[in-house]
Each structure stands twice: as C-alpha cells, then as structure tokens.
C-alpha cells in the first residue's frame, strides 16, 4: 500500500493515542507528541496510520500491552493518526515532537539518505534470511537496511466469474483482452471495469510494467520510453470506450462497487478479499493486470507498510528494541497482523506459509500471483517523483495532449526531484 492519496484514502478517520507502561493503560491524549513515565527509562511515541480494517487500532493498542510487560523499563505511546499520514508524518519529522517509531507507506530512500531514519541490520539479526528478498531490497540503501517491512499488500484485478461467463467471455490474458472485456460488459445501467474514481488509479504504473517499461533506473527517470508512452497512451482506449465506472461512492481501495454488482471487474487490494467473499462466495477470481502485448509480461503491484526508527530521536536503542520485538521476534503477533484485519501478506517466509487464510481459493491465487508477477515500487518512488508520471498519464487517456512530450516533460520534472534526493 502506498503513502500518498488513494492508499491512504482507503484507512478509517480514527483518532486517538494510548499510553502504555508495563502493560496498563495509564493515560489519553489526541496529542501526536510526547508522554512520559517516572516508571520507565524510556518513553516511545509509535506513530501509525488510521488503518480503515475494523480492530485495527485495537491490535496495535494491544502489541504495546504486550511489550511494554515483557519491557517494563520501556513505556509506549500508540499514536493513532487520521487523515493525510503522509504531510502530518513529514511535517512533524521537522521538529522537536517527532515520533521515536512510524510506519511510512512505499519506502522512502531520502528519509536514510538524509539521516532521518536509522539503519536496523541489527535488529534483524539471524531473521533476516527469512523476510521476503523483495522487502529486504526495498529497505536497502548503500548496503544498509533501514525499516522492517509489517505486511505486503498486493493490488490486482477482481472479475466475477458468472458474469464474464454468462458473456462467454473469458478473463482477460492480455490488455486488448481486458478492452474488449470492458466494452462488452458495459450496457445502458453498467460499466465494465472500475479503476479509480478518476480512472487513473494505478492503471499508468501497472501498464508501463506489462509492456516492459520501467518508471525509475539507476536514479533516472525513464517513464518517457517507446514503452511507456504506448502503455500509457493505450490506457486511453478505455476511456474512448466509456467503459470505466467514474465518481463511485468510494474509490478503488474498497470493494463496494465490486460487491454490490456495479461493476463486474475491478482493481482492488487483497485487504478487502474477506469482504468480497462474505458478499460473493466463491463467485470472483483475481488477475495480475493484463501483459500490454501477447507473450508479454503481466503485472501487479505490491506495497505495504514499512516500520522506521527515528534516528534524530531521544531514546533509538530503545525504539530499535520495539520493532524488533514487535516485527522480527513476535511471529504470532505478525501473523494476526497480517490475516486478521483484511488479507495481507506477512513479509516472514515461515509466517507467510502458516497464514491459513491464505493457503485455499483466490487468496492462495492472490499470493501465486504476486510471487510471479508482483512489481513494488523504488525507494526514490516518492510523491514528488510519481506526481508528475500520474498527471501526465491522466492528461494523456483525457485526451489533452501528445503523450511522447507529457511524459518527456515529467520525467524532467521527476528528475529533478530525483536529483535532489541524492544532493
């Protein structure tokens, strides 16, 4: 899951901070800064973002319980944060009242190159021939691991089985396939295919990857190629079909429209499965995205939520101790985390092979999928860098211009924002 506006839109607006020490809720503040204890050494402020999973909010309320008893010198303030998490988390790294301990969505590589986050090969120890290579890679910078990844949430295509039966149609292999599918299962009442609100969504990222491209190389700004510019310029033949669902009640991050028989396919999150099963049975399958070309590659996209250390904070070696406790040794609670609030994937091999949820059906589908296909993005994929690649695509399936020169015009703008992460 990713740590700008679609991602974070799909969490609740809860609010609210919990202090723990040694176990007991002992104070209750709306306040994102502070707290202390004449009980402990220590007191961490843990920051995290209003997760929109019903329990959890209670689930993390109820990790620290569990760490501050087996750690009574070390008092923990749950931070629970609504609204943009990103702008308040970046706001707040500024000052004096930042968080010892925050989650950040799609990982930031300039957060450790400008010291702000601390390096954690410590803490992973002997674990770390456990965790996914894929989330290793994620976190490394120079060599060095800088966050500890919580779960990896994988984003694909949800179709219902009946309804593209009923049509004859079979799911789509390629994005031609995907095309003709939306066209012919739009009618008068229905549209085909929801991608977002906008319908934008991650179409343009996911595209570029089925028809070879890539976004960012080595620091440089490649979403201006022959491959791109002909992925994202096919997105537009959706749009001129008039086959994509726009302005739902919700956007792409919650099966609504899915659900309640709006549309028959859309682009959703493995989080909402348990949703999209207790709504459908068994009638639903899930897809990578589509190759753009027959023998090319499908796609999908796999983010998550990324643990960090304050390296500027007052008490590091203690706030190291927690996401080591809580994200590398507690496996029990990692896989609650992971299939008891929605469906994620938990970053931890064994922990991933004994999450039941996920062993039958199209979870199980879901994680063969994203073991083959799934794509997550760069650490320098920050929200500087994706916003310009994201307008021009949406000007270019509009209709408002030469997607060759949109696309050259915002990779300068991206790497110039490259450019000054590494400065």
Not at 99 to 111: H, K, N, R, T, W
Not at 314 to 342: H, M, P
Not at 350 to 367: H, I, Q, Y
């Amino acid at each position: 899951m990713r740590a700008y506006g679609p991602q974070l839109s799909r969490r609740g607006f809860l609010g609210g901070s919990l202090l723990f020490v040694a176990g007991a809720a002992v104070g209750c503040t709306t306040s994102p800064t502070g707290g202390g204890s004449a009980d402990a050494k220590a007191t961490l402020n843990v920051w995290f973002h209003a997760y929109g999973e019903a329990g959890t909010q209670q689930a993390v309320t109820r990790y620290a319980t569990a760490f501050t008893k087996a750690n009574p010198d070390i008092a923990v303030k749950v931070t629970w944060v609504p609204g943009d998490y990103t702008s308040k988390l970046n706001a707040t790294l500024l000052t004096d009242g930042a968080p010892d301990v925050f989650e950040i969505g799609d990982f930031s590589e300039a957060l450790a190159r400008r010291g702000q986050i601390a390096p954690l090969d410590e803490v992973y120890g002997s674990a770390k021939a456990d965790f996914n290579q894929g989330d290793l890679d994620l976190v490394t910078v120079d060599g060095r691991l800088y966050g500890v990844k919580t779960l990896d949430d994988v984003m694909m295509l949800y179709y219902r089985k009946s309804v593209l039966a009923k049509a004859g149609i079979a799911p789509p292999a390629t994005f031609d396939d995907l095309v003709s599918t939306a066209r012919a299962l739009t009618t008068g009442d229905t549209k085909g295919l929801f991608l977002g609100n906008d319908g934008v969504g991650d179409s343009p990222i996911v595209a570029v990857w089925s028809n070879g491209g890539e976004l960012v190389t080595d620091g440089k700004a490649v979403f201006d190629s022959p491959q791109a510019v002909a992925a994202v310029t096919g997105l537009k033949r959706l749009h001129d079909d008039r086959s994509l669902l726009l302005g739902f009640t919700t956007d792409w991050w919650d099966p609504a429209a899915f659900v309640q028989n709006v549309v028959p396919m859309q682009w959703g999150g493995l989080w909402s499965m348990p949703a999209v099963k207790a709504a459908l049975g068994d009638d639903f399958g899930v897809l990578p995205w589509p190759a753009f070309r027959p023998g090319g590659t499908p796609a999908l996209r796999v983010g998550g939520w990324t643990s960090c250390v304050n390296a500027k904070g007052r008490n590091v070696a203690a706030a190291k101790r927690f996401v080591q406790w809580l994200w590398v040794e507690q496996t029990e609670l990692q896989k609650d985390w992971a299939e008891s609030y929605g469906f994620h994937i938990p970053p931890r091999k064994s922990v991933a092979a004994t999450a039941d949820k996920l062993s039958g059906g199209a979870a199980k589908e879901t994680v063969r999928i994203a073991a083959r296909y799934g794509r997550g993005n760069l650490g320098t994929w920050d929200t500087a860098v994706s916003t310009p690649f994201i307008a021009a695509a949406t000007k270019i399936v509009g209709g408002q211009g030469d997607a060759a020169r949109l696309l050259a015009d915002a990779a300068a703008q991206a790497q110039t924002a490259l450019d000054k992460q590494r400065s």
